[in-house]
């Protein structure tokens, strides 16, 4: 048998993680001079958190370093088990190459360690939608690397469409300009999504929330008839009357789909703010980055 892992920007809870048979090691989070653990809800207050984030607190967050990946690591190789690693796309954060680095270090001890670590070149509940979607072959009895090759050759088919109510924390974050950021003064929602090389990509502006809501419906949407898994994930980051306006609309199109809704972890959510709306689907394939 071997084990999946991954890491608490997948989003996915840790009870939900816990039922797939999944690890994960944690990012960390500090704000106002204090640390946090974002242990997937299992103690983090996230209620809290949302709070902070409306009065524009402004966390910053720390990626996964070489040490704690080899010691995450470490148990499952010494007692023979392989590991599956998922990772958040290394196009937003350096944990990936932490993990690769790490690998490095272990195999000078261990030579025979079985370490497969896949960069999903996606970020909360698309992330963690991959995760799903291996667990669920391995409990079905998929070999380790047959479930690895699946992921590979799907990954850049997992799509995301964002949209966030405020536009500072992606500009503080360095996701986007601030002459973008400008446009939030003026109601200008932007549409993002996640390239081949899982960077965000702002590919659209609309005017007002409804708008823009509906414009990650539609695109949601017109990406499912490509697919033939009709699943959704949706995140969100407060404001829970647009997540469920989400989801009624998804709902009147396409009424057979299923949705799994869950909160914004607090690492992505101190990038994104208040407010932020997130769909991840299977559809075509991705924009391919410039």
């Keep these: 048998m071997y084990q999946i892992i991954t890491d608490s920007c997948c989003d996915l809870p840790a009870k939900r993680l816990a039922e797939l048979g999944v690890q994960y090691i944690s990012m960390t989070i500090e704000l106002d001079g204090k640390e946090y653990i974002d242990d997937m809800g299992e103690q983090f207050d996230a209620t809290w958190f949302l709070e902070k984030l409306k009065e524009n607190a402004q966390p910053t967050t720390s990626q996964i370093n070489v040490g704690r990946y080899v010691e995450f690591f470490r148990p499952y190789v010494e007692s023979h088990t392989p590991i599956l690693y998922l990772g958040f796309s290394s196009g937003m954060s350096g944990s990936f190459q932490s993990a690769v680095q790490a690998v490095a270090i272990l195999k000078e001890d261990y030579p025979q360690a079985e370490i497969l670590l896949i960069d999903t070149k996606s970020a909360s509940l698309g992330e963690g939608f991959l995760v799903a979607e291996a667990a669920k072959r391995q409990q079905e009895g998929w070999p380790l690397y047959e479930v690895s090759q699946w992921v590979e050759e799907h990954k850049l088919s997992l799509d995301s469409w964002v949209t966030v109510d405020d536009l500072r924390h992606l500009e503080r974050g360095g996701r986007i300009s601030k002459t973008a950021a400008i446009g939030?003064?003026?109601?200008?929602?932007?549409?993002?999504?996640?390239?081949?090389?899982?960077?965000?990509?702002?590919?659209?502006?609309?005017?007002?929330?409804?708008?823009?809501i509906q414009k990650i419906v539609d695109k949601t949407v017109a990406n499912l008839r490509e697919s033939q898994i009709e699943i959704v994930y949706l995140a969100n980051s407060g404001d829970d009357e647009a997540a469920e306006k989400v989801i009624r609309l998804l709902k009147e199109q396409v009424p057979t789909l299923a949705i799994y809704h869950y909160p914004l972890g607090p690492t992505i959510a101190s990038h994104t703010g208040y407010g932020c709306l997130a769909l991840f689907s299977f559809g075509k394939m991705r924009l391919i980055s410039k």
């Excluded at 993002?192 to 702002?202: A, M, R």
């Design 184 to 212: 939030g003064l003026l109601n200008v929602k932007p549409i993002i999504t996640v390239d081949t090389e899982g960077k965000l990509k702002n590919i659209d502006k609309v005017r007002g929330r409804n708008k823009s």
